[in-house]
């Protein structure tokens, strides 16, 4: 098949294509035996002095046919492009459509069809197509879909079950302009209305299932660090089978947002970096998490041991490159608590309790030396009734 400069094959395996042989032999056994001797006797005269051409009719599957066909229209070249929406920040953003072709499936189907019962395998077809205009931006329409009530979270019991809040969202139809020549896009700012009562505020998280704490020396700059970044992930609230990202929900670290310099690791040195001592937060926050039995997605060790942790409990972080993440595998939504206050870092996770909760904590073991690195192994312990039950292998990390 060909369109324009581009060609596109249909293999026959694809399409299942085969010959209908067992209904040619019956016909051509049934030839001379049709008890009728007049008409056998002529069949006789026919094959003594001729032939008798039986043609084998050709089967393929339709539903295969079909598809290819459709994935050929998506492939297709010059296509007609409808309107297109999407929201960016605080902003609704319309692409308007463009001119184009639509494929002809049904008239590519029926020569696709008559080449396979003429048995023209090898003949190129030309993909025949539709002129299509793009359909005018449906602004009413586009509302329905954006549109939002707020809604307030609550949750119901036996069993608890959340149901989360929802801002809502809105924008002024009538006064949007759709006529500015030549316009291909239009941006229209959205109204956001927060509901009264989110997740975080209800009383759902009744138990502590975890804590945390390190110790920290009170450096002005690494300690407005340390606050900062645990400002933005106090009061988090991660619903069952969400994930948890620091770099994410800290957000880029910068001058503007008033991070100091403060000692940090660079290629296993000690220099002043912007952001310097967040790493600590992540760190205690790592260990909390690991305690309250929820599963960790990635985490990081940093190149040299910090002050705060022995080897094996650090986690690292540096914006676009090392994150820690984390995943709600519980049943019910979990909220993070941090605080940096009087030479401590703590974290704290509340929730519901399960039936069988375990005391949980990293240990760390010192395996020796592997070269010029310091060798970590920690382990995940569980306890109940401070007696030892089980232990898991966490991770193996080096340090210079």
Not at 61 to 75: S, V
Not at 79 to 107: A, F, T, W
Not at 130 to 159: F, G, R, S, W
Not at 196 to 208: A, S
Request: glycine share 6%; with cysteine; net charge negative.
């Amino acid at each position: 098949m060909k369109y324009k400069e581009n060609s596109y094959e249909i293999n026959l395996q694809e399409l299942e294509v085969n010959f209908d042989v067992k209904t040619a032999i019956d016909e051509a056994y049934a030839i001379g035996r049709t008890q009728n001797i007049v008409r056998d006797l002529w069949d006789y005269i026919q094959i003594v002095n001729n032939t008798i051409n039986i043609n084998s009719e050709v089967k393929y599957n339709d539903k295969a046919l079909d598809y290819l066909i459709e994935m050929l229209a998506q492939q297709l070249p010059d296509k007609v492009q409808e309107y297109s929406y999407h929201i960016e920040g605080n902003q609704l953003i319309i692409n308007r459509g463009k001119s184009g072709v639509e494929l002809n499936c049904d008239e590519l189907k029926n020569r696709i069809v008559a080449n396979l019962k003429d048995r023209k395998f090898t003949e190129e077809i030309e993909v025949p197509t539709i002129e299509k205009l793009p359909k005018e931006i449906d602004l009413q329409a586009i509302h329905e879909k954006v549109y939002k009530e707020p809604q307030d979270a609550y949750y119901t019991e036996n069993p608890v079950t959340i149901h989360e809040q929802v801002i809502g969202v809105d924008f002024d139809v009538q006064n949007v302009e759709l006529d500015i020549p030549n316009s291909e896009q239009y941006i229209i700012d959205l109204k956001f209305t927060n509901p009264n009562v989110f997740v975080k505020d209800l009383n759902i998280f009744p138990d502590r299932l975890s804590t945390f704490s390190t110790n920290y020396v009170n450096n002005t700059n690494r300690t407005t660090n340390l606050i900062l970044a645990s400002q933005k992930i106090n009061e988090t609230v991660v619903m069952p089978g969400e994930k948890f990202s620091f770099n994410e929900v800290v957000g880029e670290r910068t001058i503007d947002k008033g991070y100091k310099n403060a000692a940090i690791f660079v290629n296993g040195q000690v220099e002043d970096g912007l952001a310097g001592g967040i790493c600590q937060v992540s760190s205690t926050l790592y260990d909390a998490v690991v305690g309250a039995n929820l599963e960790v997605v990635q985490r990081y060790n940093h190149s040299k041991l910090t002050s705060y942790l022995s080897g094996g409990k650090d986690a690292t972080v540096v914006w676009g490159r090392y994150d820690f993440q984390f995943k709600n595998n519980r049943e019910y939504p979990i909220k993070i608590a941090m605080s940096v206050h009087n030479g401590i870092v703590t974290a704290d996770i509340y929730g519901i309790k399960s039936n069988e909760e375990y005391e949980i904590s990293i240990e760390s073991q010192y395996m020796g030396m592997k070269g010029k690195y310091e060798v970590y192994h920690a382990y995940k312990v569980y306890c109940q009734n401070g007696v030892e039950v089980k232990r898991e292998f966490i991770s193996r990390d080096l340090y210079q």
